[in-house]
C-alpha cells in the first residue's frame, strides 16, 4: 500500500520533468540534426514519458500493494508451497 500510495503523483512530477528535457533538448536537435538524430537521442525520453502518462491513467492498480504481496507470502509458508534456501 505505501509504495502504490503515491504512484500517481510521483508519475506527475516525472512526466514533468520529461516533458521539460525533451523541450529544451531534443526539439533543438531535431531542428539542427534532422528527424532520426533527435528520435534516436529521444528514445529512452518518450519511453519513460509514454509511462508516466500510462502510470497516471491506470495508477499502482489494485493489489499491488507490498502488504499484499507479503500476506500471499506468509500463506505460502503457512501451506509450505514455499521452498526455503
Do not use: Y
Not at 520533468?17 to 518518450?46: F, Q, Y
Request: hydrophobic share 50%; proline share 1%; aromatic share 6%.
Amino acid at each position: 500500500m505505501i509504495v502504490g500510495f503515491l504512484t500517481r503523483l510521483a508519475a506527475i512530477l516525472l512526466l514533468i520533468d520529461i516533458s521539460v528535457a525533451i523541450l529544451s533538448t531534443k526539439i533543438p536537435m531535431l531542428m539542427k540534426s534532422g528527424l532520426w538524430a533527435a528520435a534516436h537521442e529521444a528514445r529512452t525520453d518518450i519511453c519513460m514519458w509514454l509511462k508516466s502518462l500510462f502510470l497516471i491513467i491506470v495508477g499502482a492498480g489494485r493489489g499491488r500493494s507490498l502488504a499484499r504481496w507479503h500476506k500471499l507470502r506468509n500463506r505460502q509458508d503457512e501451506c509450505g508451497l514455499r521452498r526455503h534456501r
